[in-house]
């Protein structure tokens, strides 16, 4: 166990919903990283947020969209859900994430996204 | 991009040694991790080279060549609970602790 959390575990869906992720750090941790990963493919970057700022922008869709709150806790949105955003996606925290410096990525268990 | 390349998949025998390797790309390179990833599970964090060498913990070695662009993790002793996915995740200068994730090395182990 990572000390990550993330709800739900899983989630099924219709196209053109929209879904929210939510996911909760280490604690102690300030940076949260939101990653997608399809089926037999590697893990895709999506975002980070550090202490409630976006710090990193990877291959994100402008449908979706992300956020860090206060308590730290991130939600990830995905909205007009098309077939391919079908995926797990996990976040991960670290405690820092200062430029050019090495921190763990500690990561939660995952949401698995299923839409029809 | 960063053109990090790994091995697709590889299988080996119970009690072997196998070696995975990974290469990226050179410029900006900050350090590596390695990461396993049980099929349908969290990644799980392995190793992290940020010089040359040789960094050994337990039954997994991993490997750096800055200069060459290259790494591999060395598996010892393999058992059948280590058949996962390997990913390599090179770090790269002017990021914020962002990793980049090779598609990763599916491990399969046999009796």
């Known amino acids: 166990d990572s000390g990550v959390t993330q709800t739900p575990k899983h989630l099924i869906t219709a196209t053109g919903q929209r879904v929210t992720l939510r996911c909760s750090p280490r604690?102690?941790?300030?940076?949260v990283y939101w990653y997608q990963q399809s089926l037999d493919q590697g893990l895709q970057f999506l975002i980070q947020y550090y202490n409630g700022e976006e710090r990193a922008k990877g291959n994100i869709l402008e449908r979706f969209s992300a956020q860090q709150f206060p308590d730290l806790h991130s939600e990830l949105n995905l909205s007009s859900l098309e077939l391919g955003d079908s995926a797990l996606y996990f976040c991960?925290?670290?405690?820092?994430?200062?430029?050019?410096?090495?921190?763990?990525?500690?990561f939660g268990p995952g949401t698995r996204l299923t839409v029809l | 991009g960063q053109n990090i390349d790994q091995p697709t998949e590889m299988t080996a025998t119970e009690g072997a040694i196998v070696q995975i390797n990974c290469t990226y790309q050179?410029?900006?390179?900050?350090?590596l991790f390695w990461y396993q990833q049980h099929a349908g599970e969290a990644p799980t964090f392995l190793s992290y080279?940020?010089?040359?060498g040789l960094e050994e913990k337990g039954r997994f070695s991993s490997f750096l060549s800055r200069s060459k662009g290259y790494s591999y993790l060395l598996l010892k002793e393999l058992q059948m609970k280590d058949s996962a996915s390997y990913l390599c995740?090179?770090?790269?200068?002017?990021?914020?602790?962002?990793?980049?994730f090779g598609a990763g090395t599916r491990l399969a182990v046999h009796p």
């Open positions: 050179t410029s900006g390179f900050n350090g």
């Open positions: 995740a090179p770090m790269f200068s002017g990021g914020y602790n962002k990793l980049i």
């Open positions: 080279n940020v010089l040359d």
């Open positions: 604690s102690g941790d300030l940076s």
């Open positions: 991960a925290s670290s405690e820092n994430a200062f430029r050019d410096s090495y921190n763990e990525q500690f």
